[in-house]
Every structure is written in structure tokens, then in C-alpha cells.
């Protein structure tokens, strides 16, 4: 829907434990787009990885 009204989406994966990700990330968003105007943080920490404990998280994203 935000595609058919002329709007573009970029996701990314990045470590983001690491603060030159973050940087670099946020310095080709605004190269590419010149600005930022929403931003979606969807980072966690899963200890136990497993089938379950993965189905379980992504179910409450």
C-alpha cells in the first residue's frame, strides 16, 4: 500500500550491538533518501535459540 502511493521502504539487518552498523546504516539511509522520517526498531536478544523460543518471539513482533 505505501509502495502504490509513491512511498519507498528500505529493511535492513544489522548487528545493532555494534555502534558503526548503526552509523552506517543512518549515513546511507540519508545519502539514498536525504532524510529519515519513520524509523521502525524491531531488534532483540535471544539467548535460547531454538524452533520454539524464535516462533514464540515472532509472535508477539
Known amino acids: 500500500m505505501y509502495h502504490a502511493k509513491g512511498g519507498k ?5 544489522a548487528n545493532m550491538a555494534k555502534e558503526e ?10 545519502s539514498k533518501y536525504g532524510t529519515v522520517d519513520i524509523l521502525i526498531n524491531n531488534a532483540g536478544i535471544i ?3 531454538s524452533l520454539m523460543s524464535f516462533s514464540r518471539m515472532s509472535s508477539l513482533s
Open 9 to 13: 521502504v528500505k529493511t535492513v539487518i
Open 47 to 49: 539467548d535460547d535459540f
Open 21 to 30: 552498523y548503526i552509523d552506517s546504516m543512518i549515513a546511507e539511509a540519508v
